[in-house]
């Protein structure tokens, strides 16, 4: 697994392959941990559409959200995205908003998903 897969750890060559970036975090583990990325990004944030998913699902022949498991990667993944952004805001408290926007969210206090987090540079 590529442990870090998302949209920005991708290049296409001129020939148009696909390249993954950033492979600190290969390892041997469960794909689902990075399709739950993909995943992540279409329900938890509305980052790409249903049909973009539907796409990628097709594409990859495997819906990561049909799982057993999926919720508990996705809780994991969505954790851990509010972690980074503290980790942030604790240099730029213009990001404590988003911090506590995502706290409020993991608490089951800001609605269903998906939730109006915004990228956290």
């Not at 390892?27 to 796409?55: C, H, M, Q, R």
Request: proline share 7%.
């Amino acid at each position: 697994m590529h442990g870090d897969a998302w949209t920005g750890n991708v290049v296409t060559t001129d020939d148009g392959e696909a390249v993954l970036l950033d492979l600190e975090r290969c390892s041997i583990g469960p794909p689902e941990w990075d399709l739950t990325s993909t995943a992540v990004k279409a329900f938890t944030l509305a980052g790409i559409t249903a049909d973009d998913y539907n796409t990628f699902v097709g594409t990859y022949e495997h819906d990561v959200t049909a799982w057993p498991w999926f919720e508990t990667l996705r809780d994991i993944r969505e954790f851990r995205m509010t972690c980074m952004a503290a980790q942030v805001a604790s240099e730029n408290p213009q990001r404590h908003d988003e911090v506590l926007l995502r706290l409020a969210c993991l608490r089951s206090e800001h609605g269903p998903r998906p939730w109006p987090w915004t990228a956290v540079p």
